[in-house]
């Protein structure tokens, strides 16, 4: 009985500094009477869902901790391939129903989805934080616009040049910075996010500079022009599809075993057999290889590039998407992204308090679930 | 020609000598205990023998090839796998994952097979959950293969590391202490699985603290002291050593 009633003092203080914090944040904006307001409203929301959540665990612990040795782990697998097939089979249908507006925020979000699970082979898999993910999006953009405004190739042309191109910026970029760890890589990688968009904006004779690239054409499929948002959902649709499916096939093969050892315990790896600087290099310029997709996929869809769209925040975005939704979980890592692209969309009614509502929300996950919305299944039962 | 020579081999960090000078061989199918008080350059044998530290002098070779100064990786490819004193388990990973890891190099499907699919792919998957599961019965936790590491048991955790180990097919397999922090029953049942790992064929070289387990299962016993290699011979011959019993069992000989 006394832990428990330590649990919860500590909770509710742990509730009461959260909000405290929160209601300063609020007070430039609100006054100290709507803050007050919603410090004591946040606080015991707080309260009472750390409280809720203490007793579902108390209560279900036991259980669990049963069902997990024999079945958890598959008859979740099994429920979400159900739900895979509704899902897929609304995507199809979505244009049909779907106004303008929803279909250029889906689109958007299934571009991004398929840049946060390239990230989240580099992050998530290999356990390499790179900040400067945004450059090989950008190489793939670029290089798209480029062979198709001055050389005139076709999107179909294009693509393998594109993708492999990038790719090899991934190597590229891997060889020198791999020699690095932690936040020294980290480091190395967001340097080379600026290098990348610095070129990009300074070379005026190839890339424009800051005008960027304009009258990208968007593909066309069998005689057919794919450039109205309805058709072009389908393509992104299609792209994603695929991502996903690479992804989690790499994910269960050796391949994957291999970051993920790398990831876990980097010394165990290598003498498990696993070749750790080989693996790592191949985790970047798999990753980039997504990241050069998405890029074509955005060029093609804007018809214009420019520098703008590849700055620092774009990393620090799509790094949000990982984490949010949960590092090296790939129904998470879709799930975040596109929470983190539809979220600003519905917050649009707010517009000034849109970013500091989005950066309560994801403070308030660090706090109450750091390993993110799907990450680390394995590990809950702690 | 010896199963595995270790020749003079040295390793100093700066001024500290880990290892002086320390030489000694194993006949294959052999069980071998290295002891000695802390500190003693246990590990670091350990740590040289399989790539992760780089000696200063001498030599090691496996079945007559030299294998000093390799990489770990191409170490475990020649026939050498390890567990770590402390345990180094993937913790986010299940038990079968883990298993699955360490079956890396035996498993040959480039990524276009995966990402297609490919027949070899599949059957190469389901070979070798088959015998990640074979190598977790032989340690007792075939029915523990969908659980998470991390929540394991400690004891489970030690035999999952040997379980691990010996998915690389390894010819030689070293245990770094094994038994620390068992309880009697629970050494029983490693030493179960030593004398196990005998007679698939495997050389065992293991650290180890519990005199039972050492004197129980060792062929040769080497001890070091101060990174020098101060006694080798039989269990019989090292409990009567004057100078290991001063050095490591203390000098009223109690073990």
């Known amino acids: 009985m006394d832990r428990l009633s330590l649990v919860i003092r500590r909770s509710l203080l742990r509730s009461v500094m959260i909000s405290f914090w929160f209601a300063i944040l609020f007070l430039p904006f609100m006054g100290l009477r709507a803050s007050l307001i919603f410090f004591v409203l946040l606080s015991l929301v707080l309260f009472s869902v750390v409280l809720l959540k203490g007793y579902i665990k108390m209560s279900t612990e036991r259980f669990r901790s049963a069902v997990q040795n024999v079945c958890a782990l598959r008859r979740f697998t099994l429920g979400f391939s159900a739900a895979r097939y509704l899902i897929i089979f609304f995507l199809l249908l979505f244009p049909l129903f779907a106004r303008d507006y929803l279909l250029d925020v889906a689109v958007l979000a299934g571009i991004y989805v398929i840049l946060a699970l390239g990230l989240n082979i580099v992050v998530g898999f290999a356990g390499l934080l790179n900040l400067g993910f945004v450059a090989f999006y950008a190489v793939g953009a670029y290089s798209y616009a480029l062979l198709n405004v001055k050389l005139g190739l076709t999107f179909w042309q294009a693509l393998p040049l594109c993708l492999t191109f990038t790719t090899l910026s991934g190597f590229v970029l891997a060889i020198p910075a791999l020699r690095l760890r932690g936040d020294y890589l980290a480091i190395v990688t967001l340097g080379f996010g600026e290098i990348v968009r610095l070129i990009l904006n300074n070379w005026d004779a190839l890339t424009g500079g800051p005008n960027g690239v304009s009258g990208v054409a968007p593909p066309s499929l069998l005689g057919m022009s794919m450039g109205q948002l309805s058709k072009y959902y389908y393509i992104v649709v299609a792209a994603g599809l695929l991502t996903c499916v690479a992804v989690r096939r790499v994910r269960s093969s050796r391949i994957g075993r291999a970051w993920i050892a790398i990831r876990e315990d980097e010394i165990g790896a290598s003498s498990m057999g696993i070749n750790t600087m080989r693996y790592k290099l191949y985790s970047f310029a798999f990753g980039s290889f997504w990241a050069g997709l998405a890029g074509i996929l955005f060029a093609a869809k804007m018809r214009f590039v420019s520098p703008e769209s590849f700055t620092f925040m774009e990393s620090v975005l799509i790094l949000c998407m990982v984490i949010l939704g949960g590092l090296g979980s790939i129904g998470g890592v879709i799930l975040g992204s596109v929470i983190l692209v539809i979220l600003p969309e519905v917050l649009r009614e707010v517009q000034s308090y849109r970013m500091l509502a989005l950066g309560m929300g994801l403070i308030l996950m660090m706090i109450f679930r750091p390993q993110g919305i799907f990450g680390g299944m394995g590990r809950d039962a702690r | ?255």
Request: proline share 4%; charged share 25%; glycine share 8%.
């Open chain 2, 1 to 255: 020609m010896h199963f595995l020579e270790v020749r003079a081999l040295t390793k100093h960090f700066g001024g500290i000598r880990a290892l002086e000078e320390v030489s000694f061989r194993a006949r294959k199918g052999a069980i071998v205990s290295i002891i000695g008080p802390n500190g003693a350059g246990k590990t670091t044998l350990f740590n040289c023998l399989t790539g992760l530290t780089r000696p200063t002098k001498g030599k090691i070779s496996l079945s007559g090839s030299d294998i000093t100064g390799c990489p770990p990786h191409s170490v475990v490819a020649l026939g050498i796998a390890r567990t770590f004193q402390n345990i180094r388990l993937f913790r986010d990973m299940s038990v079968l994952e883990n298993v699955l890891v360490s079956q890396h190099l035996r498993m040959r499907s480039g990524l276009f097979k995966v990402l297609f699919g490919h027949q070899t792919f599949l059957a190469e998957e389901e070979d070798a959950k088959y015998r990640a599961l074979e190598y977790l019965e032989l340690v007792g936790l075939d029915r523990k293969a969908e659980v998470t590491s991390f929540n394991l048991p400690y004891g489970d955790q030690r035999r999952l590391e040997i379980a691990r180990a010996l998915a690389t097919e390894p010819a030689l397999l070293l245990l770094d202490e094994p038994t620390a922090g068992m309880n009697p029953q629970e050494t029983n049942e490693i030493m179960e699985i030593i004398k196990r790992l005998q007679k698939l064929g495997k050389t065992v070289i293991l650290i180890e603290h519990d005199m039972r387990v050492v004197m129980g299962v060792s062929e040769m016993i080497i001890v070091l002291d101060h990174g020098v290699k101060i006694a080798e011979g039989t269990p019989a011959m090292i409990r009567n050593d004057p100078l290991v019993i001063e050095a490591y069992l203390g000098r009223s000989g109690v073990a």
